[in-house]
């Protein structure tokens, strides 16, 4: 019975603290300019799943998915949507931990490949109209 305790205390643990990181993008040439929280809740207000909110805004300056803007535009070099941009978005957590570049570029060497940014890459079209409705498609 302890042996199965310590399995399960070693293995469950560790995953649920990963599952509960917040992984946070940011944009900018110095990566300084803050366009959201990737694994947030839809109702939270820095998700870039919450269409009311700034980050989650067709509309907002600093939203991924505002097709006009810097960080949203398939024309920019500060958005994940140019596979040629030379200063894609940058994805961490909360404790600066880097998981890795947010772009369309496949042939980047440090590319995000975790399964939420493989779908974004696949969808983000689709998710910019809706992002509230993707989110419970991929989340709930």
Request: with cysteine.
């Amino acid at each position: 019975m302890k042996k199965w305790f310590l399995i399960l205390w070693f293995v469950w643990i560790p995953a649920k603290a990963l599952s509960a990181q917040e992984l946070l993008i940011f944009g900018g040439r110095g990566h300084h300019v803050f366009l959201g929280c990737l694994n947030c809740s839809r109702y939270d207000e820095s998700s870039i799943w919450n269409p009311y909110g700034d980050f989650g805004s067709r509309y907002n300056e600093h939203s991924i998915w505002n097709r006009y803007g810097d960080y949203g535009s398939r024309y920019s070099d500060y958005s994940p949507w140019n596979p040629y941009a030379d200063y894609p978005p940058v994805v961490v957590d909360e404790e600066g931990n880097f998981y890795g570049y947010l772009t369309l570029n496949a042939y980047h060497d440090k590319r995000a490949e975790f399964d939420l940014a493989l779908i974004l890459y696949r969808h983000y079209e689709e998710i910019r109209e809706d992002p509230a409705e993707w989110y419970e498609r991929i989340f709930e």
